[in-house]
């Protein structure tokens, strides 16, 4: 399962990749009206406004700043979340596996919630964030365990 | 299940953080073992066992009911 694994180091730069995002979450929570010119791009769109609104071809101008910065945080909370510990071993990989095991309860209860006390076009935000909350989930709950059992065993 | 790691780990003289390194684990493993949090898998306890020179069976019992 090793063979899964990213080395070390990418750690570290999914740390710093994933900070534009958190950035940008304080300037525009709600990820649309902010959109600086620079990110405007002509780019083949499939679906241009949901449900399935016309468009003029298939090539259309679209601001991509939202785009890269999910990106960023999808490729971020892989990088985090998939990255060796120090030393890699069996225990390791129960701790991962009941992280994520962890973190899925988590998701689904978030969800669950959400589903009762967030309506209407506000529902998008949370499916957005649905997006890449496993993964960073999954991150903080492995590096707390991690982080505990390492404290567990130096008082011992 | 439980073990006798501790004992023998007291009877070679060799503490935690050398074990896991012959054994090629981490520290919080061979912890987590010694306290029964997590059991290991055949090949760490045979790894094991021919640390101590002992067999699987010496290192590590079943409880009643197991």
Redesign the interface.
């Known amino acids: 399962m090793k063979k899964f694994l990213l080395p070390r180091w990418t750690r570290y730069i999914g740390l710093v990749i994933i900070v534009p995002m958190f950035i940008y979450f304080f300037i525009d929570p709600d990820f649309v009206g902010y959109e600086p010119d620079i990110f405007d791009f002509n780019i083949p769109v499939l679906f241009y406004e949901f449900p399935f609104s016309e468009h003029e071809g298939i090539m259309n101008e679209a601001n991509l700043l939202n785009e890269l910065l999910l990106s960023l945080a999808l490729l971020a909370s892989w990088l985090i979340g998939f990255s060796r510990v120090?030393?890699e071993?069996?225990?390791?990989w129960?701790l991962r596996l009941e992280s994520m095991v962890l973190a899925l309860f988590i998701n689904l209860l978030i969800l669950f919630v959400t589903n009762f006390i967030i309506f209407g076009t506000l529902y998008l935000w949370v499916m957005m964030f649905q997006l890449f909350i496993f993964p960073l989930l999954f991150s903080l709950v492995f590096a707390l365990r991690?982080q505990k059992?390492?404290r567990?065993?130096d008082e011992? | 299940m439980k073990n006798s790691i501790k004992v023998e780990r007291a009877k070679n003289d060799i503490t935690?953080a050398r074990l896991?390194e012959l054994a090629?684990?981490?520290?919080?493993?061979i912890?987590?073992?010694e306290?029964g949090k997590?059991v290991?898998?055949a090949l760490?306890a045979l790894r094991l066992a021919r640390i101590f020179k002992t067999t699987v069976e010496e290192i590590f019992q079943l409880e009643e009911g197991e």
Request: net charge positive; glycine share 0%; hydrophobic share 35%.
């Open positions: 120090k030393v071993d069996e225990y390791t129960l991690l059992q390492k567990f065993s011992k | 935690q896991a090629q684990v981490s520290r919080q493993t912890n987590a073992i306290l997590y290991p898998s760490l």
